[in-house]
């Protein structure tokens, strides 16, 4: 999670704004084009996840009769998870929509939702790196150097200038055609083609600074488990502004999201359905599946697929895709997640520390330490003085899978050890209980995200996003908005396009 200056903000609101990148916007009017079907056509929407619910909610607009299989009995939403305890809430799922995401923002006022600001950055809120306990601005950065053994040179940078020379110059170097050509479905450009190979590791250590230079500003920065990831994914990111802009979320839940598109949706979602086997054909789709422990079948002029490609790999396609298709299905990246959510007797952050809205990082241990933004303008000292519940916990890769093996009798007592290193002892008898989501862990989900190894955009990207008869993909695995709430929706969008423009 990038913690810029803003300095640093502005120089890369300079780059992005120089360049004048004239990328293609999926938008709920790219659908205002088409017409309603007259006959009746029927679609089957694998998953109820955001991408499904949108497929759904659309092509019922334009006349279609959608059938909706979810395997969850008891969870309609994927991985929007809001977690509930009495009158507070807290995210295991999507917590924010980056400003510049438009087409979320589109359906979350089409909805007619309010939301507020995310505060994802508060210099009160702490960093603890390599045991040293420092607060989260440049006075606190820089008084962590001396932990890293830098050259006399990198002793003058600033973590922001680390990133600049690496990511953002290569950014820099890009014409704007290229930076276009880095979110389109199909990478042909040689020199983009190239640069798909590299990670972040090669990115930062071809920029010529220290391997310790290089932890300094991973640890700082929380991407240390993305040094292996595709670069691009990184270069995408920054060219639309996710870390610069700022974030909202939505009062009283992001589940909130989900519930207006099953209000809004005609059909009856089939949930305990378990999807075991398609087929696909050139007049239609089908889908096997067994729904309360009986085997059931559907047909329907098209399937669309939005589960995550892990639980997808487990469902029989062998003759339903290509052999290119299903590569892909089975090797595309996904990272790892978990968080932890804390039952807190009050805000004791908000009481000692002056903390509203925000996180701390740790280069271990919890990850991210995000506490709750709804008091960030208020600061109303009862509702500090209240309970609450604290996502003591957000962590990926190998931070996640170690959080994943710890027992969970000993979930609360480990993050009590880990939050008193930056918060008061005399405060951890707060922490009630502790509860743990592990994406990876989850049956129906089978890993958090993707997210792009080296290649995988120029392998495996084109073959996910092909249309392929009359079986469809959707999801934010098919999109180039990984991890992000708009990559489900941009998805569902485009597969929807697609159908209305093969009208049966």
Request: proline share 2%; with cysteine; net charge negative.
């Amino acid at each position: 999670m990038r913690h810029y200056s803003s300095k640093t903000k502005e120089l890369i609101g300079e780059v992005i704004s120089q360049k004048e990148v004239r990328k293609t916007v999926t938008t709920r009017a790219n659908l205002h084009d088409f017409s309603s079907v007259v006959s009746k056509s029927n679609v089957v929407v694998i998953g109820a996840g955001i991408a499904g619910l949108c497929c759904a909610y659309e092509l019922e607009k334009k006349g279609y009769s959608v059938t909706i299989l979810e395997a969850q009995k008891d969870h309609i939403g994927g991985r929007i998870r809001t977690y509930r305890k009495g009158d507070t809430y807290a995210e295991f799922g999507a917590m924010r929509i980056p400003e510049g995401h438009y087409l979320t923002l589109q359906y979350v006022n089409h909805f007619e939702l309010k939301t507020r600001e995310f505060v994802q950055e508060n210099e009160e809120a702490f960093a603890y790196i390599r045991g040293m306990r420092v607060k989260r601005n440049e006075s606190g950065y820089e008084s962590l150097k001396p932990l890293f053994p830098l050259t006399g040179q990198e002793q003058l940078m600033s973590k922001d200038d680390f990133w600049m020379k690496s990511v953002i110059q290569t950014l820099k170097s890009l014409s704007p055609l290229e930076l276009q050509l880095i979110s389109e479905d199909i990478l042909n450009d040689k020199k983009l083609v190239d640069l798909d190979q590299n990670s972040l590791y090669n990115n930062l250590s071809q920029s010529k600074i220290s391997k310790a230079a290089m932890e300094y500003v991973c640890s700082v920065y929380g991407v240390t488990t993305y040094l292996n990831t595709a670069i691009l994914e990184h270069l995408r990111e920054e060219n639309e502004g996710v870390w610069i802009n700022g974030f909202k979320e939505i009062e009283g839940g992001m589940d909130l999201l989900v519930e207006k598109f099953v209000s809004s949706i005609k059909t009856k979602i089939s949930a305990d359905s378990i999807v075991t086997k398609i087929i696909n054909s050139d007049e239609y789709g089908e889908v096997i599946y067994i729904n309360n422990g009986e085997k059931k079948s559907i047909k329907a002029d098209w399937v669309i697929c939005t589960i995550p490609l892990g639980v997808l790999s487990r469902v029989e396609i062998e003759n339903a895709f290509s052999k290119e298709k299903i590569n892909a299905i089975k090797n595309v990246n996904y990272d790892s997640s978990s968080k932890i959510i804390s039952l807190c007797k009050k805000r004791f952050w908000e009481q000692d520390d002056k903390i509203f809205g925000g996180g701390s990082i740790w280069d271990g241990g919890l990850g991210h330490t995000w506490y709750p933004s709804d008091n960030a303008i208020e600061k109303n000292e009862t509702k500090s003085a209240s309970q609450t519940l604290l996502l003591s916990s957000y962590t990926w890769g190998m931070h996640a899978r170690r959080i994943d093996s710890i027992p969970e009798e000993s979930i609360n007592d480990y993050v009590r050890g880990e939050l008193k290193k930056i918060h008061s002892d005399s405060n951890m008898d707060d922490v009630v209980d502790s509860v743990r989501w592990s994406w990876d862990n989850h049956e129906w989900s089978s890993g958090a995200f993707a997210f792009f190894n080296p290649g995988d955009q120029t392998d495996l990207h084109k073959e996910l996003v092909r249309p392929e008869k009359r079986v469809l993909l959707a999801g934010e695995h098919c999109s180039l908005t990984h991890s992000w709430i708009q990559g489900a929706l941009e998805s569902a969008v485009n597969v929807c396009i697609h159908i209305l423009k093969h009208k049966i």
